[in-house]
């Protein structure tokens, strides 16, 4: 039986991982948590998690970094906005779990085959390649990528779609995409930019955000 | 008035009878839509896991595509996409650092966002444009009769609450009682259906679906009606795993009070698209409208007294 330490130390945390976080437009507002645990009581999905949201709240705000973007419960969230809506302190709790995704993703914190974040990426891929999304061949790529037993038990499903015609044999995709490419680009030039600025600053520039 | 419209990847797909319902049904009430140029993917909920940036320029070079196709407003029928783009408008309007990203990258192809088109729903729209009793008056075989749990879903209502109430919505359960449907009470009516968790995590995304029909059932309802494509998906097309998983289950016997019987073949209740149903009230075909697409599939108005006869 393997044993592992539950209660976090001080020298677990990464500081300023808190503040990062915060800074990001739309999570000034975690700073101002109680820590009420109305998020975790409406969270539908919040049985299936290892941190509950008010726990991952608590958790980003004291800089357990590790914990936080190894936890499934980022991954969990749905984007129901339910707690959203809810929490008396008006923090975007769902926008803050879509940040720390997006840093899970960056930083590489999730396990190689879990579906939720390769989805996710595919997702992104597909997208901007095809400037579309054909949702059983995003599926189909998941299931390949992830698990190709599970593949396997959702032939049925596929056939079911088929018979009726909601399943498209081809690739959707825009007509303009090399607009979208152009586009795209001009982010990308901007991420190195923040990137550079926040090696010259010492800031913490470690992955993209735009342009702050 | 003439609208953009913006379909989205799950109305070209799995969703198609939403597409295929939603258009007759304009059509019949004379409001005309022009398919958005060239539109692109909205980003729906996964991309903003990936790069949230990256995200607004997607959704927004749809709103600068459709402000240039000169209509007032932009019509969004998949409940991911109608979020999305509302909340890039938001998102732009809050952070000019973004905005001036995505304005910078929208000059490339020659396009612009001023934030001056609305993003509406179909349900906004019947409700508060074309009214109620306009559609009354189209109603050939209204829908006498059948038990209706209507189901919105997260996304139309939260986090922005714009044409109807947050924890109440009630605009769908007004216009399937004007063709003559009757709701039942349906206290789940806004909870989450696990979203694309049903595809990736099966344990928890399809108990969030089976917690929404077994309480329709409960509730008494006939067909299940929706407003969302990926709703649709999860309610309608995970059927024989949910049986599978939960089948054993008891709910009240519909015929005896006092006795209870597994829910397993009581998953077979139809789960439709609204405006469907609005399609057959107003005397359109089933193909028309796209019902054999349902895996439980829905006859026209004699639905009713077949559901009880099977029941």
Known sequence: MELKRTIKYESDRVKGFGREVMSVPGCEQLEHCIQCGTCSGLCPLSIFMDYTPRQVMELTRSDFKTEVLRSTTIWLCASCY??????????R??????????????????????PIPVLAQEFYKMSHKRGRVTENFLATIMFLKTDILAALGMWRLGLNLLRRGRFPLKLEGIKRKSELERMMAVVDKLSIDALNNGHQTGGNGGRQHGAH | MKYSYFPGCSLKGTGRAYEESLLPVLKVLGVELEELDDWNCCGATAYMAVDEVKACVMASRNLAIAEKAGHKELLAPCSACYLVLNKTKHYLHESPVVEAVVQKALRQANLTYSGNTPVRHPLDLLVNNVGIEEIK????????GLKIAPYYGCQIVRPYATFDDQYNPTTMDRLLEAIGCTMVTYPLKTRCCGGSLTGTLPEPGLLCSYILL?????????????????????????????????????????????ARVPVGPHLDIPVVFFTQLIGLAFGLSEK????????????????AQRQSAAA
């Open chain 1, 82 to 91: 339910a707690c959203t809506v809810e929490c008396p302190k008006q923090i």
């Open chain 1, 93 to 114: 709790i769902t926008d803050i779990m879509y940040e720390l995704k997006q840093r899970a993703i960056h930083e590489g914190f999730y396990p190689k085959r879990f």
């Open chain 2, 137 to 144: 008056k189209h109603v050939k075989h209204p829908l006498k």
């Open chain 2, 214 to 258: 077994k309480e329709a059932i409960t509730r008494g309802a006939d067909v299940i009606a929706t407003v969302c494509p990926l709703c649709q998906f999860n309610l309608d097309c995970y059927r024989d795993k949910m049986k599978g998983k939960w089948g054993h289950e008891t709910i009240p016997d519909p015929r005896n009070k006092d």
């Open chain 2, 288 to 303: 028309e409208l796209g019902l054999q697409r349902g895996f439980a599939p829905m006859r026209k108005p004699a639905c």
